[in-house]
């Protein structure tokens, strides 16, 4: 077990590097960072400077050299347009972004799972037909619209929640949450439920998916003849059954939510590392975007090993040890 | 546990035989069997049609700068044009006729929705097959590889594509394999790591039949109804991430919009109740989805063979 | 309010009128007491030597003066000096303000003056560092506490100007302090009218009024000034009524906005011309990588560098068109760099006359009878409406047998190739300040690093007539021959259609009707223009 998580750590380092050197190359190729950064009308000497100052006066490889002897010390960078630590940047937004992708993925699994089951047990009702078509919606409609529509909608016609921003937070574990006050859950909601469409319309689909194909199945069938309850049937062995491909996907979700909820966080004007990222992005700084993507690529790693990890608790079929082979 | 997995293995073998007894035939019959999935998969061939058509249907060819005029801009639905004809849908900013732009805008998102999610299908479920069949190193390379991909941001990828093959739908489609393929290979692993521990594999690998045989015939269609799911759901993800990109300025050129970034086009104006520009391409874009999913829904349920009764 | 409604409703109709008004008037006085505003481009640091950005340079101008400051048509006003005048062709002395203390207490001094000029061209890691405005001055002199004179090496007639970029700090604050001390709030300490409460990056400012403030005493107790980037969340945002004044304000809501009785607007022509860059680059025999025969192969020469061709683009442009369909109104067409007002506006240079059969004649006269292909780059996300511009410009170029294609990119690939001079045509903008030589010799003069000239002149125009004159002209103290030399150089380049000029963007916010906003040239959103419509503008 604990050779199977080193072998994992290690893998994640050198998935970190590669993703580095990837990003380093990659943000070189888009464009010129002091072409953006500088005001338009500094003239050329003042141009030289700010390459100088910004270290990228040395070749490319150089620039990596420099990157990686202070990553090994810890030290990511500092933001060119910030003049700050990336890292600290980065980890001043986390709390943001992760009561959202949570608020989500807590909402796509109470909103979804019964929907799902409902549907799977009776496949041919209208309600059930009327739950799969409106799942369609969740994934066919892009973000962007579907969240001016909720702000149109709730903020400015109905006046019931506010448009945009964070709510007022409270400290907890040493850093900022919104979560914690009536206000800033207020605030959370339509981001969240913006953010949670795609995967409340997947969660219903697997669900369904995995009752209708686990009620047919023998062991089902003996658990009826024994005379279980009904209730006791699909909510212990039918339910357990279609857990594991929801819990992969909801973990992976969980990863690719913080990842890709750039769109979301920008029309709710949410201060997360999404926003960071893509205004980051916008401007080129590269500190901030490498030291991003590897903390994103580590959660990544930790979120698989945990996914991994809960299958061989639900499923004892799946050995960890057995992958080592 | 180990009476339920042979519970299921049990039924499995008897299922598969009965498969390569079936004809071609049986499966249209099965298809048949929905009247909902007809009904989607005519919507389908129409969509299909008018896409392919367009250049014959339309009115006015959106993409010919020469033919449209700034005059007619944000025309409402019904107003007779400049050029003498009626825009049926309105027009957009450019004075662009909305129905000749969603026809050919259908083109567009039809062939990088369908065609990046059935690369990155192929790709990433061999993959995923692969890894799961073989194991230690290879099965870490290429999780690590899904990973590295998983984490990578979709608007990042594409901004660094673009910077290096430039503008251009064939480089959007190859962005949107890129970030997708990971997915695919993802789920076939899970279900697959799931399917190779089971005795009718097992039972395969006595009967010493080839490795290629196993992962094609006996792995790959148990791993199926997911794949399905997921594909059917990437095709309409894969249409709703191109007009995300297009939102963002990274999409197809914007002489030659795709139903994505006449939504984002419109998007702007929806505030000041010119609805038409984003409403009707995203009823395109709806119908469209949801009859690709009709079908999908159903080919899912013919093809799993444990849902036979 | 309640109460004041059921009186309006006793009132006849007639006056109905005023009542409505009452209630507009004592409604602010109830809450006039925080102000909330959303902007649409991220502050990044409260560091005002950091990053020479407009975002950042508003908020410096909340927290900090300058010895100059500018009023809102960017004209020159007193600031932390009271006066300045040239005492030799190559000093200016600046007498101080007396009594004004920055927000911990410590007096203005010349001592911070001194200070100051000595920071702004060493702030560590500056991606755009404010050093080209104080480059001039070769010596300080401290004359008394009040009095200080800057020495230059040549005569620096637009020192002044230079120095209303630059915000003084306090010495015995921030000798020590770190961009990031400015970032955390613990040195964002000035004489300004607000001093900051709390910063929380990309997200929102919080700010207090300074009462000791020497200047004019702020409206509100309070402001919270947030970042909304997505242009439409913006707007929603003020409809919702969360916010009480946006800036940035999304043409295609316009219409809505205008119609809409809860909201008023205040716009003002800025100084921003948008227009097109054209490859001067290439030699009248070579080609230009995206002009092409109307066959699709290469032409052999570059009809760029043949006047009657850039005429002929130039005319074939209905300004008028654009500014009314695709801006709504919200630009002037314009035929030079700065609107009528300003120093150094050629009278006589108005927006080039729109006629099509001319641009063919045009053409035809230079060889070019069937037009040829070209493709037009612009931005899609750094000027209103670029991408749109640059669609219409297509059409109407491909109307007079030019067949344009138009590539819109984003202005993170857009303008690294653009320096690169990768391109033909390009749509680009250029925010001036009001002294006429800004421009000119940043665009139009040919590109020279060593003097500093054309750092922006990516289609490489290059006329010596026209870079005498400038150069003249950055020398001559005198205001009145200096605007004659200016206005003869931009006479010459646009009558050689060195760039085609498309428009000069209207600066436009927009606020609860309850506010009231005295909008700035300079783009820049600044809480202390803001006022309860029932106060009158301090004048």
Not at chain 3, 74 to 80: C, D, T
Not at chain 3, 178 to 188: I, L, P, S, V
Request: charged share 20%.
């Amino acid at each position: 077990m604990s050779v199977y998580m080193l072998r994992r750590l290690l893998q994640a380092v050198a998935v970190v590097f590669a993703m580095s050197l990837i990003v380093f190359v990659g943000v070189y190729a888009i464009g010129d960072p002091v072409e953006i950064l500088i005001s338009p009308d500094a003239d050329q000497i003042e141009r030289e400077r700010a390459i100088a100052a910004l270290g990228l006066d040395l070749p490319l490889w150089e620039q990596y050299f420099v990157f990686l002897s202070k990553a090994l010390q810890g030290d990511l960078g500092r933001s060119f347009v910030f003049n700050e630590p990336a890292l600290r940047l980065i980890l001043q937004r986390m709390p943001a972004t992760l009561e959202l992708a949570f608020g989500a993925t807590i909402m796509a699994l109470v909103i979804g799972l019964p929907l799902g089951l409902y549907a799977g047990l009776r496949p041919d009702s209208p309600v059930s037909r009327t739950i799969m078509a409106g799942s369609i919606l969740g994934f066919s409609l892009p973000t962007f619209w579907v969240g001016l529509m909720l702000i149109m909608v709730f903020a400015v016609q109905l006046g019931w929640l506010p448009s945009t921003g964070r709510g007022p937070t409270r400290e907890f574990l040493g850093m900022q949450w919104s979560f914690l006050t009536w206000d800033g859950l207020r605030h959370l909601l339509l981001p969240a439920i913006n953010l949670s469409l795609f995967k409340i319309s997947l969660v219903i689909r697997l669900t369904r998916a995995g009752v209708r194909e686990t009620i047919l199945m023998d062991f089902v069938k003996f658990a009826r003849a024994k005379g279980l309850s009904p209730n006791r049937v699909i909510f212990v062995h039918v339910f357990k059954n279609i857990l594991i491909p929801v819990v992969t996907v909801v973990g992976l979700e969980l990863g690719s939510t913080i990842a890709f909820s750039v769109v979301t966080e920008s029309v709710f004007a949410w201060p997360g590392m999404g926003k960071l990222i893509i205004d980051s992005i916008n401007v080129l700084d590269r500190p901030v975007i490498v030291a991003y993507l590897m903390i994103i690529v580590m959660m990544f790693i930790i979120i698989n090993l945990v996914v991994d990890l809960t299958y061989s608790v639900l499923d004892p079929r799946v050995r960890l040890e057995a992958k080592g082979t | 546990m180990s009476d339920l997995a042979l519970d299921r293995a049990a039924a499995v073998p008897s299922v598969a035989q009965e498969r390569v007894e079936t004809p071609f035939r049986r499966f249209v019959a099965e298809f048949a069997e929905s009247k909902l999935a007809l009904l989607g998969l005519g919507v389908f061939v129409v969509i299909a049609l008018t896409a392919i058509f367009a250049p014959w249907l339309a009115p006015q060819n959106p993409y010919d700068l020469g033919q449209l005029d700034i005059m007619d801009g944000r025309m409402e639905p019904g107003t007779v044009g400049g050029a003498g004809f009626t825009f049926w849908l309105g027009t957009d900013d450019q004075g662009r006729d909305m129905l000749s732009g969603i026809m050919y805008g259908l083109r567009i998102s039809l062939s990088v929705g369908a065609g990046s999610a059935l690369i990155a299908c192929f790709i990433g479920a061999s993959l995923g097959l692969l890894a799961a069949y073989a194991g230690g190193r290879t099965d870490s390379l290429i999780m690590r590889l899904v990973d590295l991909q998983l984490s990578f941001p979709a608007i990042l990828a594409a901004l660094m594509i673009l910077a290096f093959l430039g503008k251009g739908i064939l480089n959007v489609v190859i962005a949107l394999v890129l970030v997708e393929w990971a997915y695919y290979a993802r789920t076939v692993r899970g279900t697959a790591l799931v399917e190779r521990r089971r005795e009718y594999i097992e039972a395969a690998h006595c009967l010493a039949l080839p490795t290629r045989r196993i992962l094609f015939r006996h792995l790959l269609p148990n791993c199926m109804p997911p794949l399905i799911v997921v594909a059917t759901m990437q095709v309409a993800r894969a249409i709703a991430l191109e007009a995300t990109l297009s939102f963002l300025g990274l999409g197809v050129p914007i002489t030659e919009p795709s139903l994505g970034l006449l939504i984002a086009n419109g998007y702007e104006y929806m505030l000041s109740g010119k609805y038409w520009i984003s409403f009707y391409p995203g009823i395109a874009l709806l119908i469209t989805i949801v009859s690709i999913n009709l079908v999908g829904d159903q080919l899912r349920d013919v093809l799993n063979p444990r849902l036979r009764k | 309010m309640s109460g004041i409604l059921r009186r309006n409703a006793s009132i006849a109709v007639g006056a109905a009128v005023l009542g409505l008004a009452a209630v507009g008037a004592a409604a602010p006085e109830a809450r006039a007491q925080t102000l909330t505003m959303a902007v649409g481009a991220p502050v990044t640091s409260l560091d005002p030597h950091y990053h020479q950005l407009s975002p950042n340079n508003a908020v410096a101008d909340m927290i900090f003066d300058r010895l100059i400051n500018t009023d809102n048509l960017s004209r020159m006003v007193p600031g932390l000096a009271v006066e300045w005048r040239p005492v030799g062709p190559t000093v200016w002395e600046f007498r101080l303000r007396p009594g004004v203390r920055f927000h911990n207490g410590n007096p203005f001094t010349a001592e911070d003056v001194a200070f100051t000029i000595q920071r702004v061209p060493n702030v560590p890691n500056s991606p755009s560092s404010f050093a080209a405005y104080v480059r001039p001055i070769q010596g300080v002199e401290i004359v008394d506490p009040l009095t200080i004179r800057l020495r230059t090496a040549s005569p620096a007639p637009l020192l002044p100007q230079d120095l209303t970029n630059v915000r003084i700090l306090d010495r015995e604050t921030h000798e020590n302090a770190a961009t990031e001390d400015f970032n955390a709030g613990r040195a964002a300490i000035g004489t300004g009218p607000w001093r900051v409460v709390q910063h929380r990056s990309g997200d929102r400012i919080e700010f207090e009024r300074n009462d000791g403030y020497w200047g004019d005493r702020p409206a509100f107790q309070r402001v919270n000034y947030r970042m909304i980037t997505n242009d439409a969340a913006r707007t929603a945002a003020l409809l919702a009524g969360d916010v009480e004044f946006i800036d940035q304000v999304p043409t295609s809501d316009l219409a809505r906005l205008r119609g809409d009785q809860r909201v008023t607007l205040s716009e003002i022509t800025g100084l921003r011309l948008i227009f097109l860059g054209l490859d001067h680059l290439r030699a009248p025999n070579e080609d230009s990588p995206f002009v092409t025969g109307n066959d699709g192969r290469p032409l052999g020469r570059n009809p760029l560098r043949d006047v009657r061709v850039r005429r002929a683009l130039s005319i074939a442009i209905d300004r008028q068109a654009i500014v009314e369909r695709v801006m709504e109104g919200a630009a002037t067409p314009a035929g030079q760099f700065l609107p009528p007002g300003v120093f150094s506006h050629v009278p006589e240079l108005g927006p080039p006359r729109y006629d099509p059969q001319e641009a063919r004649r045009l053409l035809a006269e230079a060889g070019y009878p069937d037009g040829f292909r070209l493709t037009l780059h612009s931005p899609n996300d750094r000027y209103i409406n670029d991408s749109r511009i640059a669609q219409a410009i297509g059409q109407m170029w491909t109307r007079i047998g030019v067949r344009t294609a138009v590539e819109a990119q984003t202005w993170t690939t857009f303008i690294g190739r653009a320096g690169r001079q990768e391109f033909s045509a390009h749509l680009i903008g250029w925010g001036s300040n009001p002294e006429g030589s800004h421009p000119l010799r940043n665009i139009i003069h040919t590109a020279n690093r060593e003097r500093g000239f054309g750092a922006s002149n990516r289609g490489r125009y290059s006329n010596p007539e026209v870079d005498a004159l400038i150069e003249q002209a950055l020398v001559e103290l005198d205001d009145e021959k200096r605007e004659r030399l200016l206005q003869e150089a931009k006479r010459k380049a646009f009558e050689d259609v060195a760039i085609i000029p498309l428009h000069i963007q209207t600066n436009i916010w927009a606020m609860r009707r309850n506010l009231a906003h005295t909008p700035r040239n300079d783009e820049l959103t600044r809480a202390q223009d803001v006022r309860p419509a029932s106060v009158p503008a301090a004048r």
